[in-house]
């Protein structure tokens, strides 16, 4: 059994953000399709799990980190992705671009 999970319509405004959830859901779906197909008859060992975990572990980590520095940015006004939508939203709200 497959399952797919709804990747495409998160309508969010940041097009980042929403790429990076719409990547993170589709690594969720080939995750869980792996497990669908094992061998074992979907069973997964212990071991296999736990490996697993330690790897969404990792990567949950990784992300969190990423996103704390994309925060602080945001705070600082450093982040380039984050003025250019907010800038481009003023200026189309005053009508100077369309």
Same mark, same amino acid.
């Given at each position: 059994?497959?399952?797919?999970? #709804?990747? %495409?319509?998160?309508?969010?405004? %940041?097009? /980042?953000? =929403?790429? /990076? +959830? ?6 969720? *779906?080939?995750?869980? !399709?792996? +497990? /669908? ?9 212990? *071991? ?5 975990? %330690?790897?969404?572990? !990792? /990567?949950?980590?990784?992300? !969190? *980190?990423? +996103?704390?520095? =994309?925060?602080? =940015? #945001? ?13 481009? =939203? #003023? +200026? ?5 671009? %369309?």
């Amino acid at each position: 059994m497959s399952i797919k999970l #709804i990747t %495409d319509e998160i309508a969010l405004t %940041d097009p /980042d953000f =929403r790429n /990076d +959830l719409v990547d993170n859901f589709s690594e969720i *779906e080939k995750e869980i !399709n792996k +497990l /669908d197909l094992n061998e074992n008859g979907g069973q997964i060992t212990k *071991e296999e799990l736990d490996e697993k975990l %330690d790897e969404l572990k !990792n /990567d949950f980590i990784k992300d !969190n *980190e990423a +996103l704390k520095e =994309r925060i602080n =940015r #945001i705070l600082l006004g450093t982040d380039i992705g984050s003025i250019d939508i907010v800038v481009n =939203r #003023i +200026l189309k709200e005053k009508g100077v671009i %369309d």
